[in-house]
């Protein structure tokens, strides 16, 4: 297997003295499929492209730092002590419930500020954020990071001593859990662009040529949950060092606070949907 035999340490190596980082790489490469995803399905909307561009490009800076603050916050103990590397993005540590957090902050006051529906909005960029995690998620590999636990099978992954826990030193190969994550954004994308598809086919077109949603919010909510899901699946394999409440990993009961939390609000929507019909 490909992940198995490819170690991309040496390759690395001679590409050190290149400004390129492969971090960095994958996210920019997400960010233009998630761009291009939110552009086009804003506009089967009938909603506007500057309008569109400019939300994408405020919530992506709004993205990035709100994701790095998160990262940090959380692993304050070593930036404490590191502070020379808490703008090194470069090196990983993009948390995306920050994300998720400064994306929600920037939608809504851009909604109030437009007049538009925010929940159109969010169920617009919900396809567009699975496909940037899925695509992104690959930095990961490249700097060796978001790993599970050791493994025989032969889509495991070799971790460098340098950065595996200190109790896997005489262990080589290693859970791809960035993989599993790329490939359950994967079918959340998957998921959202069917979804879309059926809503779109029961939309109308109001006088400003904007479509009339009456379901507004249940892609969004429905990413939320998919996504959190899938998260919390790989947070029960990974075995990097993150903050825990009462010996359980916090990103992973975050990820759960998010699941529970949407799926409430959408039985909610479900049934102010049903008396209304």
């Known amino acids: 297997m490909f992940l198995h035999t490819f170690n991309p340490n040496p390759i690395l190596a001679h590409l050190g003295s290149f400004t390129l980082h492969w971090y960095g790489l994958f996210l920019a490469v997400g960010a233009l499929a998630g761009y291009l995803v939110f552009i086009k399905l804003g506009r089967r909307y009938g909603l506007k492209s500057a309008d569109l561009e400019n939300l994408f490009f405020i919530t992506i800076i709004a993205g990035l730092i709100g ?14 002590a590191h502070r020379n590397e808490i703008m090194s993005i470069w090196n990983g540590g993009l948390a995306l419930h920050g994300g998720l957090i400064a994306g929600f902050v920037v939608f809504l006051l851009f ?18 954020l699975a496909l940037g995690q899925a695509i992104g998620r690959w ?27 200190l109790q896997f030193l005489d262990d080589k190969f290693f859970h791809p859990a960035f ?7 994967f079918a959340v994308f998957a998921l959202m662009l069917y979804l879309h598809r059926r809503f779109l086919a029961g939309t109308k077109r109001g006088s400003d040529g904007r479509s009339v949603v ?5 892609i969004a909510l429905a990413y939320l949950i998919a996504e959190s899901l899938v998260r919390t699946g790989t947070e029960l394999i990974r075995i990097d060092r993150v903050p825990t409440i009462a010996d359980v990993r ?17 039985f909610m929507l479900i049934r102010r949907r049903a008396r209304t019909t």
């Open 250 to 266: 916090l990103p992973l009961l975050v990820s759960l606070a998010i699941a529970i939390a949407a799926g409430i609000t959408l």
């Open 111 to 128: 909604a109030r500020k437009k007049k538009l529906s925010f929940w159109l909005l969010a169920d617009i960029a919900a396809p567009a």
């Open 139 to 165: 930095g990961n590999y490249f700097n060796q990071e978001l790993y599970g636990g050791p493994t025989s099978l032969p889509w495991g992954i070799p971790i460098e001593p340098l950065n595996r826990p």
């Open 67 to 80: 994701a790095r603050v998160y990262h940090v916050l959380n692993e304050w103990s070593y930036y404490a």
């Open 179 to 185: 993989l599993y994550e790329s490939l359950g954004s």
């Open 214 to 218: 009456r379901n507004a919010g249940f």
